[in-house]
């Protein structure tokens, strides 16, 4: 419901777990992503794919994790690989969306194309 709802909202993310479907869906996509959001391991690993190429260095990372501690995730961001944010799992909808909202200045908590009151699951394309 995530990329639905971010697409729906005019970003376009790249959501995956998978390092493999990362990689083919960044190379099909990627001139059009404005954010990648990875799981555990295979995100990171896919961050640090991005961060080692210069094409892609710059691209907003959101690192979601069931597996991580809040250490492991300091230390991660402490990194030259770190990502922009870090979510522990399950993460609520709205707190994403705001954490969207501050990693690429839009303002999609505000009223620009999500209402706060909403619920993201509920949001139709």
Same mark, same amino acid.
């Given at each position: 419901?995530?990329l639905?709802?971010?697409?729906s909202?005019?970003?376009?993310?790249?959501?995956c777990?998978?390092?493999?479907?990362?990689?083919l869906?960044f190379?099909?996509h990627? @001139?059009s992503?404005?954010?990648? &959001?990875g799981h555990?391991?295979?995100g990171?690993?896919?961050? *640090?794919? !991005?961060? /080692?190429?210069?094409?892609?260095a710059?691209?907003p990372?959101?690192?979601?994790t069931s597996k991580?501690?809040?250490?492991?995730c300091?230390?991660h961001?402490?990194?030259?690989?770190?990502?922009? @944010?870090y979510?522990?799992?399950? &993460?609520?909808?709205?707190d994403?969306?705001?954490?969207v909202? *501050?990693? !690429?200045? /839009?303002?999609?908590?505000?009223?620009?194309?999500?209402?706060?009151?909403?619920q993201?699951s509920?949001?139709?394309v």
């Amino acid at each position: 419901p995530i990329l639905t709802t971010l697409r729906s909202l005019g970003v376009a993310a790249i959501v995956c777990s998978d390092l493999r479907e990362c990689e083919l869906v960044f190379r099909l996509h990627a @001139a059009s992503v404005s954010l990648f &959001v990875g799981h555990d391991e295979d995100g990171a690993k896919m961050n *640090e794919v !991005l961060k /080692t190429n210069p094409r892609f260095a710059k691209t907003p990372v959101i690192l979601t994790t069931s597996k991580w501690s809040d250490q492991q995730c300091i230390d991660h961001q402490a990194t030259p690989m770190g990502a922009n @944010a870090y979510l522990r799992m399950p &993460v609520d909808d709205k707190d994403f969306i705001r954490i969207v909202d *501050e990693i !690429l200045g /839009t303002s999609l908590s505000h009223g620009q194309g999500y209402n706060v009151s909403d619920q993201l699951s509920a949001l139709e394309v």
